[in-house]
């Protein structure tokens, strides 16, 4: 969990510093597990820096990562911030391509959007210089969130002050998606993942909300032309250990439309 300076960091600032959080071993297989896992998925166009890969959750053959979303390491910190109700709603692995222009991943109003926390790690050092992730402290919040969208348009990227999130692998960096964030001048194929968690949608206006959302985040497999339209494991859906946690995010999911009635 966090403690006192870290949690009124996130809310202060809108992201926190878990350094090491991942141990050395773990690095060790979620590389070997990265490399497998994108390979797989992208055997008909291997990786050759033109255009970035992603992967959606990985299942039995990456075990490490087919289970990462209930890493309670990573759970912990999601209950702590949104309560025992949240939801995990994705994970990812990306060799990255280019520069990453500003961006939330979320809108500020709860009425429009679902909002929740990220947690990304890259499995190679990144810095100012080679990549690391950017992003606008404090904009997670009014007004400085709209100020920052009206001033962004036409900027260059560099021209926008900034936190840069230089990280060692191990590291991991939670943000609250509705952060404004980007990166510049890394590598082809910066390796990193995610793991992806929101607040329990309350009330109409935010279920209708999240619903949206569901059917938007639902076409992401389609934009990187993978076949599949599910953003989760087969086997991670199927339970087979009938994981109470599992159950209790698959059962909502599944109300919301994230995933298919079975
Ligand atoms: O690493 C990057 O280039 C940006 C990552 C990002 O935009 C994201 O995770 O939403």
Known sequence: MLDDRQYRHFQTFGFVALRQLFTPDEVETLRGEFEKGLDLAYQHRPFDGSERHWAKQMGPETPFYANLLEDERF?????????????????????????TRWHPDHRIDPHEDCYGVKFAFYLDPVD?????????????????????RAYVEGQELEQIPDYVCVSEPGDVFAFDMRCWHASFGGAEGRRMSTCVYYKNPEGPEEEAAARKRAESSRNTPAQYKHQANQLFDTEWLANRHNHPLRQQWITRLTELGFVDAA
């Open 128 to 148: 100012a210089d080679t990549g690391a992730l950017r992003l606008v402290p404090g904009s997670h919040k009014r007004p400085l969130h709209d100020d920052v």
């Open 75 to 99: 759970w912990s910190i999601t209950a702590q911030l949104y309560g025992n109700d949240a939801l995990a709603v994705g994970t990812d692995a990306n060799r990255y391509v280019g520069d």
